[in-house]
């Protein structure tokens, strides 16, 4: 019996962690008004370096995207009081923010972290595509909040 309930909760987790919706053609479809609009406004070059996530630990209920210049913002939501903020910078010239904590993540990136009341920021220099990454991340759970933020980031490597 503890098994099966082991299962179950395992099984409720990762449905809440679902990677189903958050690629780029299906956040299109599924939010022609809030996000593909401003996304269609960048050329596809861009478009393909735009930071998605593919993994969250919540269930999105709406998804929003602005795009102006060289940034563009992309902002999840939930039913709950989870609220996701990733930025990313094209082609960045400026320095990166002074951050206490350096964590390096899975793509061999390393990301500077700063833990502040209600949310965690998390940000990185992708060599790879020219372009900073910027996560804002406040959660229900404020314990599990900075170890969900840097899953987040190491979902977009």
């Not at 503890?2 to 299109?28: N, T």
């Not at 102006?68 to 990733?86: C, F, I, N, P």
């Not at 899975?106 to 972290?113: E, I, K, P, Q």
Request: include cysteine.
């Amino acid at each position: 019996m503890k098994k099966i309930h082991i299962f179950l909760a395992v099984l409720i987790f990762l449905a809440g962690c679902s990677s189903a919706d958050l690629a780029l053609s299906d956040l299109k479809n599924n939010y022609p008004n809030s996000f593909a609009e401003p996304i269609e406004t960048l050329p596809k070059s861009k478009q393909e370096r735009v930071g998605l996530p593919d993994e969250l630990p919540f269930e999105v209920k709406a998804v929003e995207a602005s795009a102006e210049g060289k940034k563009v913002t992309v902002r999840y939501q939930s039913t709950k009081a989870h609220d996701l903020t990733v930025t990313t910078l094209f082609d960045p010239s400026g320095e990166m923010a002074e951050t206490d904590l350096q964590i390096p993540l899975n793509s061999g990136s390393v990301a500077g972290v700063r833990e502040e009341e209600k949310q965690v920021f998390v940000e990185w220099y992708n060599s790879d595509e020219n372009v900073i990454y910027q996560i804002d991340y406040s959660a229900v759970d404020k314990e599990k909040q900075t170890q969900q933020a840097m899953d987040i980031a190491n979902s977009m490597n």
